[in-house]
């Protein structure tokens, strides 16, 4: 039975998925759940409601991915080059749809670059400048930094200091090469960070429909 998700019915989304609910519904027209409450008034049991998918990509531009991606505890939950569907799925389903992008000002820098006109897609590119200028807060050092995403301090260091270990060896506990890492300098770390703070993903209702089969 192809019978359609429910991304835009808001109820449905309530009663099977909650913790989607902040995010932002996508998918097509017919994705309002009628399809799937005409099967069940004729006797049709649905399984797998309980299953979407949310799409969270940290990059383009490539800078953004170098960074460091924590939950609300002020731990590194993911791979920051891991697909988008997958980091989605680690926001919502084990971190509360809630998550922070630390990158330091030289990795700002590099992001402006790799965002000029003719090295993204408009869309990617619309994207990156957004994060850049719109979606960020910067903190004056890393007390600032513990205070402005309500972790605990030694929690955050520790996080940015197994991310500088990474990147001086060979690989990491989410399997990401010292070449991904980028060393964040302690004088950098503690004068300059800049955040790019990511609420809840967008829902793909066309991933989330094939993930209920």
């Known amino acids: 039975l192809c019978a359609g998700g429910f991304v835009f019915n808001r109820e449905m989304v309530a009663e099977h998925l909650p913790e989607f609910v902040p995010g932002l519904p996508l998918g097509t027209a017919g994705d309002d759940g009628l399809g799937i409450r005409l099967g069940q008034s004729v006797g049709g049991k649905p399984a797998q409601m309980h299953r979407a998918s949310a799409w969270r990509f940290l990059y383009p531009p490539n800078a953004f991915a170098q960074g460091v991606l924590v939950n609300d505890k002020g731990e590194r939950f993911a791979n920051e080059f891991w697909y988008g569907a997958k980091i989605g799925e680690a926001m919502v389903e084990e971190n509360h749809g809630v998550a922070t992008l630390i990158i330091d000002e030289k990795l700002k ?26 979606n960020c807060k910067k903190a004056e050092d890393l007390d600032a930094l513990a205070e402005m995403l309500d972790v605990p301090r030694a929690t955050l260091q520790k996080t940015l200091d197994e991310n ?50």
């Open 109 to 134: 820098k590099l992001a402006r670059a790799q965002s000029k006109p003719g090295e993204l897609q408009w869309f990617q590119r619309a994207a990156a400048l957004m994060n850049l200028y719109l």
């Open 164 to 213: 500088n270990a990474v990147a001086r060896d060979s690989e990491g506990p989410l399997r990401q090469s010292a070449r991904q890492c980028a060393p964040a300098e302690r004088r950098s770390v503690l004068r300059d960070r800049l955040l790019a703070r990511f609420e809840a993903p967008p829902l793909r209702g066309d991933d989330a429909r094939r993930a209920r089969g």
